[in-house]
Each structure stands twice: as structure tokens, then as C-alpha cells.
């Protein structure tokens, strides 16, 4: 029985970790078993989950499968490219100059500051009064 070539990358943004699996095939997305049109509705969001297979050329030669949790539709969006970029570079080290250069495989650090005590939010204070 012949091996399916199978290639994993991970990606991680905010909250959300994308777990995705590439192989060749005719260019079918399913998250968590959806087609990827059903979770994510903005043009932004296709765009930015498509780049990586754009870049280097692929975007109808692969299968993508992923399993994504936490989070929300940026953060889904943005792990998802990320592990997509991952995992062609797995398939070929050859694309990582290409990915690394429009910022692909770059995980982005930003997360969520946590709400302090005596103030609203974050950042944000109660209104002082002074009287």
C-alpha cells in the first residue's frame, strides 16, 4: 500500500491554533470538516489564508485540511497562514525564501492585554469625579 504524502505545519495567532494538513490534490479547504467557505465570509480572510499558496504558486495543487480552535475569524484566518506556510516549506525548503520574504512564516506576537484591577479595561480608567 502506497504512503499518501502528507505534509503539517501549525499556526498559532492571539488564541487560535490551526493545525493544518496539505496534500496534493485539486485544491479543496475544509476546517473542522467544513468547506472553508462557511466559516469565513470576508474577502480578507480567503486572501489571507490563500497568500502562501499564491507566493509560491499552488493554489490548485493542494488539499488543505485543518482542525482550528480558539479564538476568532482573524485569528483562525491569520493561523491558518501560517500553518499553510509551514507546511509548503516542508514540501519544498525551496519556497522559504519567497514565503519568508512577504512575512509567511512569521508568527505575530500581538495577544490581548490583560484587564488590571481598578480600572475599566486594560488601559481605560473609571471617570475620576471631584466632587
Partial sequence: MAEIEEYIG??????????????PGKG???????????????????????????????????????????????????AMKLGIARALEKYNPDFRGDLKAEGCLRRDPREKERKKY???RARKKFQFSKR
Fill in 10 to 23: 501549525t499556526g498559532r495567532r492571539k488564541c487560535s491554533v490551526a493545525r493544518v494538513r496539505i496534500r
Fill in 118 to 120: 481598578g480600572q475599566k
Fill in 28 to 78: 479543496d479547504i475544509v476546517i473542522n470538516g467544513k468547506p472553508y467557505g462557511e466559516y469565513f465570509t470576508r474577502e480578507t480572510h480567503k486572501n489571507s489564508i490563500m497568500l502562501p499558496l499564491t507566493i509560491c504558486g499552488q493554489e490548485s495543487k493542494f488539499d488543505i485540511w485543518a482542525r482550528i480552535n480558539g479564538g476568532g475569524r482573524s485569528g483562525w484566518a491569520d
